[in-house]
């Protein structure tokens, strides 16, 4: 049961607009999410994250807006340049007691075109 | 700081041969991480540690077993590889263990990823 989904395995937009990138899940002990980025044959490296008792954060060109009612995250990336091309992928966890694991969405495939 | 690094980069293994993965971190970082990630999936995590000397299984532990003897290094053995472990294999560490409340300012609770080691097995 993949408790969190990424529906979109790629996306495309130009220059300069704005990427969305959407992420669903399905357990509602998850309370922690982040975003991380992934460029072909590199390691994931972290983009952002947004705790549970926040609905907004950002860092710069990039924004998580978190909607715990519809158990939904999107990413949102203004403007969308072309190094911003690379796989996007959601991750979540539970809080406190031994819940150290991090479960991934299949991720989305972001191209920016010039 | 090099922060994760992998050893090695690429190995190709015939079935029933064995091998270790070398994982390295210089953050001293409690927690470290061992993912797998294959095509049209996420990343899925074997094995975990939670300090030097323990060690923990994950979502997909079956054919791997791993040991924390040093606080900077995490080691993936497999020993008798499968044709099913073909995959990319990537080792991540952390400072505090995700979704630790309450979030401080300031501090940081992502994993760091080394650069991944292809692994395929024949």
């Known amino acids: 049961d993949q408790q969190v989904k990424q529906n979109s395995p790629s996306l495309s937009v130009q220059e300069g607009r704005i990427s969305i990138l959407n992420c669903d899940y399905t357990n509602s002990m998850f309370d922690y999410f982040l975003w991380y980025k992934k460029y072909p044959a590199e390691g994931p490296t972290f983009l952002i994250s947004i705790s549970s008792i926040k609905d907004k954060n950002e860092d710069g060109r990039f924004t998580v807006f978190l909607n715990k009612s519809a158990k939904h995250l999107s990413l949102h990336i203004v403007p969308s340049q072309p190094g911003d091309s690379a796989v996007y992928f959601c991750?979540?966890?539970?809080?406190?007691?031994?819940?150290?694991?991090?479960?991934f969405g299949k991720g989305t495939l972001l191209t920016v075109n010039p | 700081n090099a922060g994760v690094t992998q050893t090695p980069k690429f190995r190709v293994l015939k079935t029933g041969q064995s091998m270790t993965l070398l994982c390295a971190q210089d953050m001293n970082h409690e927690y470290m991480y061992w993912y797998r990630q294959d095509p049209g999936m996420g990343l899925r995590l074997i094995h975990y540690s939670v300090g030097e000397g323990t060690t923990a299984k994950g979502e997909v532990p079956d054919g791997y077993n791993v040991s924390r003897l040093k606080k900077q290094n995490f080691l993936l053995g497999l020993e008798s590889a499968a044709p099913s472990q073909t995959s990319v294999y990537f080792c991540a560490s952390s400072q505090h263990p995700p979704g630790t409340i309450p979030l401080l300012r300031g501090r940081r609770y992502e994993q760091f990823f080394g650069p991944g080691t292809r692994l395929t097995v024949l």
């Open positions: 991750a979540a966890s539970g809080s406190g007691g031994s819940n150290y694991k991090l479960t």
